[in-house]
């Protein structure tokens, strides 16, 4: 009975030896200046407003439109250019009967 409470007793006293040194290396080796990097340039993505990314996305959606409308124009022009031979054909052929 005795072995074993100097048992518990050793045991307590390495548990609070550790406790003792655990609390008195956090209270030296404890930093009291806060480091952080300061970085410079865009916003990335996710941390832009709202309006700030409709704003990228309408100016996509206007080139893509712009783009759009030029190749529809192109296609009208040669629609009209291959009517009009059309015409000029159909023409000719009706004066030769």
């Known amino acids: 009975m ?8 050793g045991t307590a006293l390495v ?3 550790l406790a003792a040194g655990s609390f008195t290396a956090g ?6 200046e806060a480091r952080a990097e ?4 865009e916003t990335q ?5 709202g309006a700030q990314r409709s704003e990228q996305i309408l100016r996509g959606m206007a ?7 030029a190749r529809l124009e192109r296609i ?6 291959h009517a009009k031979q059309d015409a000029v054909e159909t023409i000719r052929e009706r004066r030769g009967r």
């Open 45 to 49: 993505p996710h941390f832009k407003s």
């Open 76 to 81: 009208e022009k040669l629609a009209d250019r």
């Open 38 to 41: 300061v970085r410079h340039g």
């Open 2 to 9: 005795r072995f074993t409470r100097l048992r518990k007793l």
């Open 63 to 69: 080139d893509t439109l712009k783009s759009i409308d």
């Open 15 to 17: 548990l609070l030896a």
């Open 27 to 32: 209270a030296i080796f404890q930093d009291t």
